[in-house]
């Protein structure tokens, strides 16, 4: 672990106070062997469950600990919050149970399931606003109502006690595993969870090496060690909307930089491989998020083999109306999924010699636009085909080409390809 060097970095002690703090609210998550990552990776893989903590994420715990630590008269006034989704609930969850006033921000395109678990776990004590398109824009409104009514604002992840209440998953990480930790991975969207972390485990094991990750789409922690500098992105890949964020804190990238041991991306398409594969293999629901750190391991499979490996499955809070474009994005990864501008002659037939001589006895088509034209000699149609085997695209392509079909190749052409998507 490198030497710490920043102006604020979470102590044991603070830590352990939240713990206490919290322990009316957050119950402690079991750490749990996985042993199909075990066999996978040949190391011991252990889950740290927070996606079983009653608000089915660890942001109950930096929010209970930050609204319980202020004044008679900051409470009455009531908080406030922005979130895309967790913190959300875990606000409300601590205003409902110490029966404050707070006002809800989120972005207009938080899952549905979301914004309801906001508004259930809240009840009368909270209003939920939903505005802007990202986490960004959702927290200048509520920084203008703050400061328009005096309100204290609770953030995600850049405060002190926010911070603290995150760093308790660290003590019970040491309290759980029976064997030193040689590897934690933790998913970082704006780096409270990872902060907070690397002031457990820095005191308690300083010789573990704690690992960031973060979308492919929305790498800011990423880019902001790279430039050594916290750095706002000017535009993300929202859909892992749990760890997507523009700028990560001030406190958590100075904290980050210290303290990590290495930072990863991991492409969406790869994430949401692993949260069908959790479901279908492990009957484990998870978020995007959740499913960042599993994902992780592919990349350091070299490096832990052997190894003590903690995973932190950090919510599951899953739209179930977002499978298909779960399993749309894993297959796209895979290379099992292509689209393409096919160009069908208007004569009778077409379509069945494209079906029956064109297309492989595993492929599938999934997605058919048709729309014929004035063309008397070809009608253009957008087709999905999915493969079996990423190795039959070229002798697909080349069948199309051959029989007079194939129009145009649409995965590599962003431009195009995002209005199928």
């Known amino acids: 672990m490198s030497t710490i060097t920043t102006t604020y970095f979470p102590q044991l002690e603070d830590i352990q106070k939240a713990a206490s703090t919290i322990k009316e609210v957050a119950m402690v998550t079991p750490l749990m062997n996985s042993i199909r990552y075990s066999r996978r990776y040949e190391a011991n893989v252990l889950l740290k469950r927070e996606d079983l903590q009653r608000v089915r994420s660890y942001k109950i715990r930096g929010a209970f600990n930050k609204i319980s630590s202020l004044s008679k008269e900051e409470l009455a006034k009531g908080v406030v919050c922005a979130s895309a989704g967790n913190h959300a609930q875990g606000v409300a969850f601590a205003c409902n149970h110490l029966e404050i006033e707070g006002t809800i921000y989120m972005p207009s395109v938080t899952p549905k399931q979301k914004v309801a678990q906001t508004q259930m776990f809240g009840g009368d004590h909270v209003k939920i606003v939903l505005e802007g398109d990202t986490f960004d824009d959702s927290y200048k409104a509520a920084m203008a109502i703050c400061n328009a009514e005096g309100k204290t604002f609770v953030h995600p992840f850049d405060d002190p006690k926010t911070i603290e209440g995150q760093g308790t998953i660290g003590l019970e990480i040491i309290e759980q595993s029976e064997n030193p930790i040689d590897y934690i991975f933790v ?41 050594n500098k916290n750095t706002e992105l000017a535009e993300i890949d929202k859909f892992i909307d749990g760890a997507a964020v523009q700028k990560v804190g001030d406190y958590n990238f100075d904290i980050c930089k210290s303290a990590l041991s290495d930072m990863y991306t991991v492409p969406e398409g790869l994430v949401c491989q692993t949260i069908l594969d959790l479901y279908n293999r492990d009957a484990i629901v998870v978020e995007p998020a959740g499913a960042l750190t599993l994902a992780a391991l592919e990349f350091y499979k070299d490096k832990i083999k052997g190894k003590n490996v903690v995973c932190i499955v950090s919510g599951s809070n899953n739209d179930i109306t977002r499978t298909e474009e779960i399993k749309e994005r894993a297959l796209l990864y895979a290379d099992l999924k292509h689209y393409f ?81």
């Open 341 to 421: 501008i096919v160009r069908f002659p208007q004569r009778a037939g077409a379509l069945k010699q494209f079906v029956g001589e064109v297309l492989g006895p595993n492929d599938d088509i999934t997605h058919f636009e048709y729309s014929k034209k004035s063309s008397r000699e070809n009608g253009p149609a957008v087709v999905g085909i999915e493969l079996k085997d990423k190795k039959d695209l070229q002798p697909l392509i080349t069948r199309m080409k051959e029989l007079n079909f194939f129009g145009d190749y649409l995965n590599d052409k962003p431009d195009l390809f995002q209005f199928l998507v």
């Open 187 to 227: 998913a970082i969207g704006g780096g409270g969870l990872a902060s907070g972390l690397c002031g457990a485990i820095h005191a308690l094991s300083p010789q573990t090496k704690i690992i960031g990750v973060e979308p492919e789409g929305a790498p800011s922690m990423f880019t902001s060690l790279q430039n």
